[in-house]
């Protein structure tokens, strides 16, 4: 293979050339999105990507480079280029880089599919599409509808100076829709099966198949529609049931972003900053509930932070964060588990082959209570049904935040009473998961995907997920900081 011939002739480079350590990545990534826009196509792309990412150690410091062009010469230049940072770096570092212990890996993984989604013809991504659209636009007082399809097809081969040789290929594939309706006063969203371009999963063309888009498409739009003159969510403190995406975004921001070692560290201070989830509070702070636990899991099925090994070769694992709700773990790589005193649990990623990786959350995820949903309806004398984020703010510690949904549903007495709009609530973190009394069970468990997961500098997107089902939560304040 001759992927692995670039591959070790930047190792052998950086070795020469003064690396303690040093490994590549070669990546060929194929990318497909499609969107329909008020009953017309407004954009096809289908690009792809190769290249190599070299990172090395040179006396105790990182350095890191990649190129486009895949010939001899050109993967010397990136070697001796990563070689150069790293000895530069170190002449202002304040500390040496200590890998943590990790095993030789020589292995081939790939993620499950059974319809590869770049053999589909694009008529036939279409006609599902237009389909959709048509079914939204059919709604009276709808102004805007998309529809929205994204694929993925990356293949890596990993090598380092310590003998691992890995080659994994990733399939992911997801679509979505939305519906827009405007009155002279006011702009109403809402979206299927969840905002921001819908739901993804590591999966192929099987997941968008089974979707039921068009299925859905009409009673998205009418939800649009009937927001419009749906009344304002009350300004109180309530009981709130979180479901579906809004919930698993709720998981994303006030414990996936916290638990990462390098904002605890102060290493990474980007995209709403550090974390207040300090060393000193591991194994003792009581982040939730005795009900709340919650997982930082590599190799569930269908998640988009599922695969066999991460970008450093550490295999994917799957490990506590939150146990009976107390805070036990944090996302490591090799260089920062040993601060807590543990080898890394496979979670440092790079988007693409020209970026450094860093630690990403894999698939972060709330284990399902025992609680049937109708149930957690039922014993609600007041509250409100929040789904489908719509808004989000944290602050740089990541434990006061403020969230809106694009939908609410007010309970009285144990029965949904009917539809709010402008729904939102606000908490602080450990607060907030501490008055958790309930849990949906694995009935209404699903993995929801968020490919568009913001960090770094330069910025990096990373493509993440999160298990969650329904959970409700005590005396919270809901109807905040609306200004209509």
Not at 122 to 129: D, G, H, M, R, S
Not at 234 to 262: F, R
Not at 412 to 420: A, D, Q, S
Not at 423 to 450: L, V
Request: charged share 25%; proline share 4%; with cysteine.
């Amino acid at each position: 293979m001759i992927e692995k011939d670039f591959a070790n002739l930047a190792i052998d480079t950086a070795t020469r050339l003064g690396a303690s350590y040093a490994d590549a990545r070669v990546i060929r990534l194929r990318k497909e999105t499609i969107e329909i826009r008020n009953g017309e196509v407004f954009a096809i792309t289908n690009n792809l990507e190769v290249g190599i990412g070299v990172r090395v150690i040179v006396d105790g410091a990182w350095g890191f480079a990649g190129n486009p062009d895949l010939r001899p010469d050109k993967v010397e230049i990136a070697a001796k280029r990563a070689v150069e940072i790293a000895r530069a770096s170190a002449m202002l570092s304040h500390k040496q880089v200590i890998l943590s212990p990790l095993q030789k890996v020589e292995a081939v993984w790939n993620s499950p599919l059974i319809i590869d989604p770049f053999k589909v013809s694009l008529e036939e991504k279409l006609k599902l599409l237009f389909a959709t659209d048509k079914e939204m636009r059919s709604i009276k007082g709808i102004t805007i509808t998309e529809s929205t399809m994204d694929l993925w097809d990356e293949w890596q081969l990993f090598m380092n100076t310590e003998g691992s040789c890995i080659e994994q290929r990733i399939v992911q594939s997801g679509a979505g829709i939305s519906a827009t309706a405007v009155s002279p006063d006011e702009l109403q969203v809402r979206t299927f099966p969840s905002s921001f371009r819908g739901d993804y999963k590591s999966a192929g063309y099987e997941f968008i198949n089974n979707m039921k888009l068009v299925e859905n498409a009409a009673k998205t739009a009418e939800e649009a529609v009937a927001l419009l003159k749906a009344k304002q969510c009350p300004a109180d403190v309530k009981t709130l049931i979180l479901g579906g995406s809004q919930l698993a975004l709720q998981v994303h921001e006030s414990c996936g972003h916290p638990v990462e070692l390098d904002r605890v560290l102060g290493m990474e201070a980007n995209y709403a900053g550090t974390s207040f989830m300090t060393i000193d509070k591991l194994n003792k702070l009581q982040y939730g509930s005795p009900i709340v636990n919650i997982i930082a899991d590599g190799t569930c099925p269908g998640g988009l932070g599922t695969f066999g090994y991460d970008d450093e070769g550490v295999p994917a694992q799957k490990d506590y964060i939150i146990k009976e709700g107390r805070f036990v773990g944090y996302l490591t790589s090799r260089e920062t588990a040993g601060e807590v005193g543990r080898t890394s649990n496979g979670t440092m990623r790079a988007e693409g082959w020209n970026n450094l990786p860093i630690i990403r959350m894999t698939n972060i995820n709330l284990l399902p209570g025992d609680t049937d949903y109708a149930e957690m309806v039922e014993t609600t004398d007041d509250g409100i049904l929040m789904t489908n984020n719509r808004s989000w703010s944290i602050d740089d510690k990541r434990i006061n935040f403020q969230f809106g949904a694009e939908i609410g549903w007010e309970i009285k007495n144990g029965k949904i009473t009917g539809m709010v709009k402008n729904p939102t609530y606000t908490g602080i973190t450990p607060e907030f998961w501490n008055s958790c009394n309930a849990i949906a069970n694995e009935k209404y468990y699903n993995i929801w995907g968020t490919p568009n997961c913001g960090k770094g500098q330069p910025p990096q997107t990373a493509r993440v997920a999160h298990g969650v089902s329904y959970a409700r939560f005590s005396n919270v304040k809901v109807g905040v900081g609306y200004a209509g």
